[in-house]
T-cell receptor, first 113, second 116 residues
Framework: KAGVTQTPRYLIKTRGQQVTLSCSPI?????VSWYQQTPGQGLQFLFE???????NKGNFPGRFSGRQFSNSRSEMNVSTLELGDSALYLC????????????FGQGTRLTVV | QKEVEQDPGPLSVPEGAIVSLNCTYS??????FMWYRQYSRKGPELLMY????GNKEDGRFTAQVDKSSKYISLFIRDSQPSDSATYLC????????????????FGAGTRLAVHP
């Protein structure tokens, strides 16, 4: 069974640009969550989608947004990039609506210059 | 106070040692408990998953959950240099701001180094 796939793996963007990251969950998983990981802050929860609906949202500015499609694939978008947005962005999918456990992709490493 | 507390380490042990990693939490609604292992520049990998209190063993790894003390542990027996990684605890349950749904909360992660 294929794992969680995130694309692209690496990205370099300039301040002020926007970026879209993609996540394909494990087949059959309908819950997809996004996290930002930095050395100083650890894993920070961005948002969670289940059946195309955002169920939970973390404490990030409105520049961070996401969506989920009917096939459970998800995208997150960051507009007006700032240097502080440089991080590893991780997507995780869960097999159950109760979020009993999550399976992570390899992440997208975003560098903002 | 954070919902989940985990000592970031680093923890350095010799090969073959028994390693004990721990987390404490404050939300009694947490019911599902997990341990993840994360190698440098990789995504976290689910190691152990436990529902409610009790022990669970998988090879050299044992996870313990004590809900009465709000304390979870991961033990690694006969530690190997390949176990060197960051270990994150995580738990799932309804929190004050989770809108009625379970939410996964992660600890900060403990860096473990096993030296030959």
């Amino acid at each position: 069974k294929a794992g969680v796939t995130q694309t692209p793996r690496y990205l370099i963007k300039t301040r002020g640009q926007q970026v879209t990251l993609s996540c394909s969950p494990i087949s059959g998983h309908r819950s997809v969550s996004w996290y930002q990981q930095t050395p100083g802050q650890g894993l920070q929860f961005l948002f969670e989608y289940f059946s195309e609906t955002q169920r939970n949202k973390g404490n990030f500015p409105g520049r961070f947004s996401g969506r989920q499609f009917s096939n459970s694939r998800s995208e997150m978008n960051v507009s007006t990039l700032e240097l502080g947005d440089s991080a590893l962005y991780l997507c995780a999918s869960s097999p159950r609506a109760e979020n009993t456990e999550a399976f992570f992709g390899q992440g997208t490493r975003l560098t903002v210059v | 106070q954070k919902e989940v507390e985990q000592d970031p380490g680093p923890l350095s042990v010799p090969e073959g040692a028994i390693v004990s990693l721990n987390c404490t939490y404050s939300n009694s609604a947490f019911q599902y408990f997990m341990w993840y292992r994360q190698y440098s520049r990789k995504g976290p990998e689910l190691l152990m998953y436990t529902y409610s209190s009790g022990n669970k063993e998988d090879g050299r790894f044992t996870a313990q959950v004590d809900k009465s003390s709000k304390y979870i542990s991961l033990f690694i027996r006969d530690s190997q240099p390949s176990d060197s990684a960051t270990y994150l605890c995580a738990m799932s349950g309804r929190t004050l701001f989770s809108g009625g749904y379970n939410k996964l909360i992660f600890g900060a992660g403990t860096r473990l180094a096993v030296h030959p």
